[in-house]
């Protein structure tokens, strides 16, 4: 596959992903909200895309000490539900970059929404490419989102590029069991845009291969096959909002490629990590 089919295959599988701006804001209207004084108290409930919501989210920022001096990259932001909840609740100036185009579009009108545009802002940006300055951010989080992306070697050196000089990173993601097999792998790749999956231990190399101290590499499979079972009950009751939108074979497509993903979990074939480095320094000691 080329690299612009990977890219196209991932943008429309977010342009029709039954989580999106209108779905947010239609399900805050169907709630009793007025949308012009809703404030980040409230978006923060219906704008998350990652598994376990705001407290993944919390976890991650205590993994990087942040703090109200923080400049913090969010990687794959998407909608911007997490760098927004962090600027709010910790006062840290969150940047926020997603490859899609109508994420990133949504991401700036719903932080417009709230009020928070003068602490996050968003760009639209290939991760492994993303042209930010070198050693610019002091965190860097994910969550979620480097299974799509197929060239993980490079993927993690533009991440570390990115990071100040002792700056910590702090990603979750889906990651491959030895026993997944190359059906499994190619219908993930089609039905979930997953291109590249990769494992505890590979992460962890790469992270030390990039010149990060590793700190954490935590397996959270059973945590998520739990969640996951929960998630797919949440896009079920979407379904009315989804057909209204992309019609009921793509209700039915989604509905068959998240159930597989699911099972997948229960099963034992997939599994999901938590990882926390920290990018060397010059003063610090050598590695052995
Ligand atoms: C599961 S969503 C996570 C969104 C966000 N982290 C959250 O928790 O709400 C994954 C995001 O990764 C983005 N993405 C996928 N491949 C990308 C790439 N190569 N560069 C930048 N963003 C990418 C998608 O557009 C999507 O918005």
Same mark, same amino acid.
């Given at each position: 596959?080329?690299?612009?089919?990977?890219?196209?295959?991932?943008?429309?599988?977010?342009?029709?992903?039954?989580?999106?701006?209108?779905? %947010?804001?239609?399900?805050?209207?169907? $709630?009793? #909200?007025?949308?012009?004084?809703?404030?980040?108290?409230?978006?923060?409930?219906?704008?998350?895309?990652?598994?376990?919501? &705001?407290?993944?989210?919390?976890?991650?920022?205590?993994? %990087?000490?942040?703090?109200?001096?923080?400049?913090?990259?969010?990687?794959?932001? !998407?909608?911007?539900?997490?760098?927004? *909840? @962090?600027?709010?609740?910790? !006062?840290?100036?969150?940047?926020?970059?997603?490859?899609?185009?109508?994420?990133?579009?949504?991401?700036?009108?719903?932080?417009?929404? %709230?009020?928070? /545009?003068?602490?996050? =802002?968003? *760009?639209?940006?290939?991760?492994?490419?993303?042209?930010?300055?070198?050693?610019?951010?002091?965190?860097?989080?994910?969550? /979620?989102?480097?299974?799509?992306?197929?060239?993980?070697?490079?993927?993690?050196?533009?991440? %570390?590029?990115? &990071?100040?000089?002792?700056? &910590?990173?702090? #990603?979750?993601?889906?990651?491959?069991?030895?026993?997944?097999?190359?059906?499994?792998?190619?219908? &993930?790749?089609?039905?979930?845009?997953?291109?590249?999956?990769?494992? @505890?231990? !590979?992460?962890?190399?790469?992270?030390?291969?990039?010149?990060?101290? @590793?700190?954490?590499?935590?397996?959270? =499979? /059973?945590?998520?096959?739990?969640? @996951?079972?929960?998630?797919?009950?949440? *896009?079920?009751?979407?379904?009315?909002?989804?057909?209204?939108?992309?019609?009921?074979?793509? #209700?039915?497509?989604? $509905?068959?490629? *998240?159930?597989? #993903?699911?099972?997948?979990?229960?099963?034992? /074939?997939?599994?999901? !990590?938590?990882?926390?480095?920290?990018?060397?320094?010059?003063?610090?000691?050598?590695?052995?």
């Amino acid at each position: 596959m080329t690299n612009n089919a990977h890219l196209e295959l991932v943008t429309e599988f977010y342009d029709t992903h039954p989580i999106s701006e209108k779905q %947010v804001l239609d399900k805050l209207v169907q $709630d009793g #909200f007025d949308l012009s004084a809703v404030d980040q108290g409230i978006l923060q409930d219906y704008d998350q895309d990652h598994f376990g919501g &705001l407290a993944a989210t919390d976890t991650l920022a205590r993994l %990087v000490n942040i703090s109200r001096s923080t400049h913090i990259l969010d990687v794959c932001c !998407g909608l911007g539900g997490p760098a927004r *909840y @962090l600027a709010y609740h910790y !006062g840290s100036c969150v940047t926020g970059i997603d490859l899609n185009q109508s994420r990133v579009d949504g991401a700036v009108r719903l932080t417009e929404m %709230v009020g928070l /545009e003068e602490k996050v =802002s968003f *760009y639209r940006a290939n991760a492994h490419s993303s042209a930010l300055p070198s050693d610019e951010f002091d965190a860097l989080i994910a969550q /979620e989102a480097f299974c799509h992306i197929p060239d993980k070697p490079r993927l993690l050196t533009e991440c %570390v590029r990115l &990071l100040k000089p002792g700056g &910590l990173i702090a #990603f979750t993601d889906i990651l491959a069991t030895t026993s997944m097999t190359t059906t499994v792998r190619k219908r &993930l790749r089609q039905e979930m845009a997953f291109l590249e999956l990769d494992t @505890l231990n !590979g992460y962890q190399v790469l992270l030390e291969a990039n010149g990060c101290l @590793l700190k954490k590499a935590e397996d959270l =499979s /059973e945590e998520w096959a739990q969640i @996951l079972v929960e998630r797919l009950i949440m *896009y079920r009751s979407l379904k009315d909002q989804t057909v209204a939108r992309f019609g009921d074979a793509h #209700f039915e497509k989604w $509905d068959r490629a *998240y159930s597989f #993903f699911v099972k997948l979990y229960t099963s034992g /074939e997939l599994g999901g !990590g938590r990882f926390l480095a920290r990018k060397r320094a010059p003063t610090d000691p050598r590695p052995n």
